[in-house]
């Protein structure tokens, strides 16, 4: 099956413990479509200035990503500047260029209506729930979000949250959503905001996919993905993303959408985000085999496999 | 095979967001016992005050715990206060009244001399390095420290782990210890400084046990221990001790030690650590049973176990 994904084309600045890169393809749009590339067609629709040529277009195209909806508009694309200290999972911004992205209105090209996978990355949240409703025959929707939307824009965040099947951010996200300190009350109280599952991610320790009870089969356990430790962290831009990608990927891939399938999606994800963190930018994403997806996929499983 | 545990017993004052709790009987070394000993016989070598009285004894009467070790001096007991404010992974110290754990001198029963399971929770390094010393027919060394050894006595901390065969510290305190900030390059250079294993504890996301190659059968890929989100962690004190009894005593338990039994070790300390975190003090681990110890491994099995 296809999937969608509505988010940012961008160009990224970044420093971190291991070195310096300028102008890199980034943006959420970038690293989720060449992450689920590996698993599934992928559709983008995101908005690109003059300054996106021919170089980065063929990063997509290597993938066989659907970039019919990525618009061209004048003037820049979205700029990013961030540095990592040795605290790895949290970017100091140095800079924000929104440039086109400032007035960034996603528009669906007639042949992505079919789509039945959908994942709405972090933009606005009206904006995400404009796409939702105009989607008639999405199967499964993913969403991300960020501190900015939850603080700034919540009403609307809640309004988004209605029309999403499987929500994914981080555990300081959760808790502030959530007005919670406790994980599973947070997540409890997230669920009941509409999503049918909530997936907690934790850096470095992996990620938790908590269950509306009865959502997607019998049961109300929780389920933890762990992450295997990387020796170097060069870049943990795109992680998320990647992460989300992976996920959301391989759940487009399967036909059932059972319990069991969201828990090995959880365990792709986390392969998917470790790939992504070990080189700068996309550079990993681009050059994955499936053989060693699988392969790292096997290593994850035996990390917490009890004979 | 019984197990050794020399280190504090103590009385605290705990104040979480959950309450406050005056005068409850603590210290490593109690909710270490009280943990093994759901697994294995256990013996204490630990010093206390004329305060201690039959009501503290019997707790550890009721588990069969072999108090020959615990040397009555005269003085108050060790008294240690705390507090615990949103973040429960951190404890701010309100107070610390050493009492006659100030000159404790550990003196080993002649009838412990037999001892094949040994753990040296966190005291002073140099007395750790001879009670092992003092230990010949040990056949597996399990140490504990903090981070006021690693910045205060760190030469005399290295010595102690030439003679230690798994030490147990958390993410800080082994980054701390090997000065880097990458989790595997730390796990890699404490594994240097002599211990054949490494568990290092995540509190919510539970340990990740790293070997040296070669030790306890082939292989050197880590292994993670997940730990279940806890709704209201009422009390972290002591979640790493009893955490270490649950992976001492199961160890102690068993004929072998092979690299399985000491990942399901893993397990049974994560246990440990979630149920010691559920009420104040020692009361949970008073009150356990084998058989939901067993159940809650089970869960924590199921929690990262794909079909």
């Not at 003037?75 to 440039?99: H, I, M, P, Q, V």
């Not at 992205?101 to 990355?121: G, H, M, N, S, V």
């Not at 939307?149 to 309004?159: M, P, R, S, V, Y």
Request: negative net charge.
């Amino acid at each position: 099956m296809s999937i969608l994904v509505v988010g940012s084309v961008a160009f990224d600045d970044v420093t971190s413990p291991s070195g310096s890169v300028k102008n890199i393809l980034g943006g959420a749009a970038t690293y989720f479509s060449l992450s689920a590339s590996y698993f599934t067609k992928v559709r983008v629709v995101a908005v690109v200035g003059e300054d996106f040529g021919a170089e980065q277009e063929q990063i997509f195209g290597q993938h066989d990503i659907d970039t019919r909806g990525l618009e061209r508009a004048k003037g820049k694309t979205f700029r990013w500047g961030g540095s990592y200290s040795d605290n790895l999972n949290e970017a100091k911004t140095d800079f924000t260029d929104l440039n086109v992205f400032q007035t960034f209105q996603p528009r669906i090209p007639k042949e992505y209506e079919d789509t039945e996978f959908l994942f709405l990355a972090n933009i606005q949240p009206t904006l995400q729930a404009d796409v939702r409703r105009k989607m008639n025959r999405v199967r499964l929707t993913g969403c991300d979000t960020m501190n900015y939307w939850i603080k700034g824009a919540l009403n609307e965040l809640k309004e988004t949250l209605k029309l999403v099947d499987v929500l994914l951010i981080n555990d300081t996200e959760a808790k502030m959503l959530a007005n919670e300190t406790s994980l599973p009350r947070a997540a409890n109280n997230v669920l009941s905001m509409g999503p049918q599952a909530l997936v907690i991610k934790h850096g470095e320790y992996g990620a938790t996919i908590f269950f509306r009870e009865g959502a997607f089969g019998i049961g109300h356990h929780p389920f933890r993905a762990p992450a295997l430790p990387i020796e170097e962290v060069k870049d943990p831009t795109g992680a998320g993303d990647s992460f989300a990608g992976g996920f959301m990927g391989y759940l487009a891939s399967q036909k059932d959408l059972s319990r069991e399938v969201l828990k090995r999606a959880l365990f792709y994800g986390g392969v998917m985000g470790s790939f992504a963190v070990e080189r700068f930018g996309t550079e990993r994403l681009q050059s994955l085999t499936r053989d060693e997806i699988d392969a790292r996929f096997q290593i994850f499983r035996e990390l917490t496999h009890l004979e």
